[in-house]
């Protein structure tokens, strides 16, 4: 079973300018997750998505960040404009959403952003 | 507000030897609890999560951990050392099984 997949795996811009992560959840899997995790702390939810809908952005800076799941499948990220504060490692995570092991979440590799 | 406290952000142990990683939560009610660990470049991996179900969690690679209600704890243990348990380790709370509060996570180091 392939897992989640995730592109770029590095990414390194500057202040202001956008960028734009994607994700590949496994398939069948109903819910899907973007956490920002900085360096020395643990992973923070930006974002959940149950198919296309969102159920959870309240962590997510609706400022600068967005989000969407189109057709309830692959998810993009983006940032735009980025700030130095930004710099951290983007995950994306899926689970099935239903039956006994419905919240086991599965974590791709990350996106390592560094804002200079 | 749900939250997850991990005590000691670098625990350091030889091989062979007990891993104990203390993980305490703040939560009104029972929540679901998870840990996972971390290698490098890598995304978490489920070590094992507790449901309401049975208080002692057995988990992958030899890794156990006991919810204890009084105490607000959620202790993940190991009764062996191994080096290739050398990783970031993250405990995590929900209240609904949906939303997840991750803890700062703690560096374990294997000595040879």
């Known amino acids: 079973e392939a897992g989640v997949a995730q592109s770029p795996r590095y990414k390194i811009i500057e202040k202001r300018q956008s960028v734009a992560f994607w994700c590949n959840p496994i398939?069948?899997?109903?819910?899907l997750y973007w956490y920002q995790q900085i360096l020395g702390q643990g992973p923070k939810l930006l974002i959940q998505f149950q198919n296309n809908g969102v159920v959870d952005d309240s962590q997510l800076p609706k400022d600068r960040f967005s989000a969407e799941r189109l057709k309830g499948v692959d998810s993009t990220l983006k940032i735009q404009p980025a700030k130095l504060e930004d710099s951290a490692v983007y995950l994306c995570?899926?689970?099935?959403?239903?039956?006994?092991?419905?919240?086991?979440?599965?974590f791709g590799p990350g996106t390592r952003l560094t804002v200079l | 507000a749900q939250s997850v406290t991990q005590l000691g952000s670098h625990v350091s142990v030889s091989e062979g030897a007990l891993v104990l990683l203390r993980c305490n939560y703040s939560s009104s009610v029972p929540p679901y609890l998870f840990w996972y660990v971390q290698y490098p470049n890598q995304g978490l991996q489920l070590l094992l999560k507790y449901t309401s179900a049975a208080t002692l969690v057995k988990g992958i690679n030899g890794f156990e951990a006991e919810f204890k209600k009084s105490e607000t704890s959620f202790h993940l243990t190991k009764p062996s050392a191994h080096m290739s348990d050398a990783a970031e380790y993250f405990c995590a709370v929900s209240l609904t099984g949906n939303q997840f509060y991750f803890g700062t996570g703690t560096s374990l180091t294997v000595i040879p």
């Open positions: 398939s069948g899997h109903a819910t």
């Open positions: 995570a899926s689970s099935l959403g239903a039956g006994e092991s419905y919240n086991e979440q599965f």
